[in-house]
């Protein structure tokens, strides 16, 4: 599967913003998906992740509440629903797909395949 993430951008702090991740080919139902980010001069660090079918959903603490992961499988899309944004939350966001209908994961080396990443920045 190839991943393509789009729907970053420049927004006010308390602002929403849809991150979008399309994949190809026919086997995106049999992947868990993840969103992690890094921001300047920091290391890649999760955000959220669900499982094959959405059933499951995890998130880092410092999203909690206010980000919400979802999938489409029909459409081969997932999406990151970001609320409340904060400054902190500036940086390249990537999706990410763990082959497998196992729980959803938050660590980087789990994954099989990335996207190529999408900016967000946060105004304060």
């Known amino acids: 599967v190839q991943l393509q993430a789009s729907g970053g951008g420049l927004v006010q702090a308390g602002d929403s913003l849809r991150l979008s991740c399309a994949a190809s080919?026919?086997?995106?139902?049999?992947?868990?998906m993840g969103w992690f980010r890094q921001a300047r001069g920091q290391e890649r660090e999760f955000v959220a992740a669900?499982?094959?079918?959405?059933?499951?959903?995890y998130y880092a603490d410092s999203v909690k509440g206010r980000f919400t992961i979802s999938r489409d499988n029909a459409k081969n899309t997932v999406y990151l629903q970001m609320n409340m944004l904060k400054p902190e939350d500036t940086a390249v966001y990537y999706c990410?797909?763990?082959?497998?209908?196992?729980?959803?994961?938050?660590?980087?080396?789990?994954?099989?395949?990335w996207g190529q990443g999408t900016l967000v920045t946060v105004s304060s």
């Open positions: 080919g026919r086997t995106f139902s049999r992947y868990a």
């Open positions: 990410a797909a763990d082959y497998g209908l196992g729980y959803p994961k938050s660590h980087d080396y789990e994954y099989d395949r």
């Open positions: 669900t499982s094959w079918n959405g059933g499951d959903t």
